[in-house]
């Protein structure tokens, strides 16, 4: 089957995403847009990713999860994983490679944990744009090692890209590259090349997605999966709290001043540190134990296998590429 | 040094906000913004080739009254914006950052 895939997506927890980005107005939007493959990758954090696998299974989508990694040299790379709990676990150590500086809302953007309901869970406040302390290379083995999908971001774009930072692609263990439009062999090397939609906002989801061959087995027995999931998840199930904390309901304004509601409640102030009690408090949620790793991984080792034969088609933008 | 007196200095245009009497105590030259986040001074103006928006968010965080693009890279809008509301100047200069760095270092030995 064709599968109409966006592996690129930010939600409220990137600084520089929109407050109305939940992982389920995210799931929602892809959806309406007919896409069947949708990746939450969110600056250097895993956070929301256990939103993200409620806000998918009950919009029929098959999420995979990960994270936007930012290196040394300030190229991006997509890294991802088949269930919430592997990317959580890869997301927490990130965090000793995360540069303490504190997260000025007013001039970054907020941080925003969610549930799937959209209830906020935590203000994260560390600045999560920041470069992380370990190199590009460094970080596409670690990803690889921890069996995720490595794929350098928007590689022709003129900043953050390796194209701005380092003018070609290194050699590495990736799955794929992404670019916004064709690129030269010098920066996509015998790669599949994908196309993503790097959505912030909600009017960016889908924009620029690509469709891939995959065979039905995986993709079904996942999808079949994700219906029980879901119903183990019910509305409600993950938060305590307010549903007037909607973090859609903002409409751009900012929840600096506003005290983190539901499961924040419990929790000591977020300061980073592997002792967090925020990735306890997540790591034992229902959404991310009972999620079905087994046919998950089924899942992206098909999807990885048709990245390598090159089952893809990207929806690229014509422009040229100058620096 | 005051700003107006880097205008003088760096032949090209100015974009962004800040007034031309704002004091600037010094640069910092780099390419790296996680460099110019650890290392650049409060006060500082920065030269470097990264024309974009995050830029400007690193000047505000670190507290540059000045960014100085070398290589006539382009200026994005939303990165003119956002150091107009920031009130950071902005200078687009011809020059490279070799140039420059060189230039502002004699200024200032003065």
């Known amino acids: ?323 | 040094m005051l700003l107006k007196e880097i205008g003088a200095i760096i032949p090209g245009e100015r974009a962004g906000g800040a007034a031309v009497e704002t004091e600037v105590s010094g640069v910092y030259t780099s390419d790296l913004l996680s460099d110019v986040m650890a290392h650049a001074q409060e006060g500082q103006a920065l030269v470097t080739i990264q024309a974009h928006k995050n830029t400007v968010a690193v000047a505000t965080l670190v507290g540059l009254p000045a960014i100085i693009i070398c290589n006539d890279r382009e200026l994005p809008e939303d990165m003119i914006e956002s150091a107009a509301q920031e009130g950071i100047a902005i200078f687009r200069t011809a020059l490279d950052q070799y140039e420059v760095s060189g230039r502002l270092w004699e200024a200032f030995k003065q």
Not at chain 1, 191 to 200: K, T, V
Request: charged share 25%.
């Open chain 1, 1 to 323: 089957m064709i599968v109409r895939a966006d592996l690129h997506n930010h939600s409220c927890l990137s600084p520089c995403a929109s407050l109305e980005m939940s992982p389920s107005r995210l799931a929602a939007e892809a959806r309406a847009a007919g896409v069947g493959v949708l990746a939450l990758t969110d600056h250097n954090a895993a956070f929301n990713c256990p939103a993200f696998a409620v806000a998918c299974a009950r919009e029929g989508i098959i999420p995979l999860f990960g994270m936007e990694l930012n290196p040394r040299e300030e190229a991006h790379l997509l890294a991802l994983f088949a269930a919430p709990r592997l990317a959580l676990e890869f997301a927490r150590r990130l965090e000793p490679l995360l540069p303490p500086v504190p997260l000025r809302p007013d001039v970054l953007g907020d941080e925003v944990v969610v549930d799937a309901d959209e209830n906020v869970l935590e203000l994260y406040d560390l600045w999560l744009g920041a470069a992380l302390d370990a190199g590009f290379d460094e970080l596409a083995r670690m990803a690889s090692d921890a069996g995720g999908l490595v794929i350098p971001a928007h590689v022709d774009r003129p900043a953050m890209s390796v194209y701005s930072q380092l003018g070609f692609l290194p050699e590495g263990p990736y799955d794929a590259v992404e670019s916004i439009g064709p690129v030269p062999r010098a920066l996509c090397g015998e790669h599949a090349i994908i196309s993503g939609s790097d959505a912030h906002y909600p009017e960016h989801v889908a924009r620029r997605p690509f469709e891939i061959e995959l065979p039905d087995e995986p993709a079904q027995a996942l999808r079949k999966e994700q219906v029980r999931f879901a119903s183990d998840c019910p509305i409600g199930s993950f938060a305590v709290g307010d549903n007037d904390d909607r973090a859609h309901r903002t409409d751009g304004e900012l929840m600096v001043s506003m005290p983190a509601k539901g499961l924040a409640r419990t929790f000591a102030p977020v300061s980073a540190g592997a002792e967090s009690p925020l990735w306890e408090a997540l790591l034992v949620l229902p959404c991310v134990t009972k999620y079905p790793e087994g046919s998950a991984r089924d899942f992206m080792e098909s999807f990885r296998a048709a990245l390598h034969e090159k089952k893809v088609k990207p929806t690229h933008v014509s422009r040229p590429l100058v620096l």
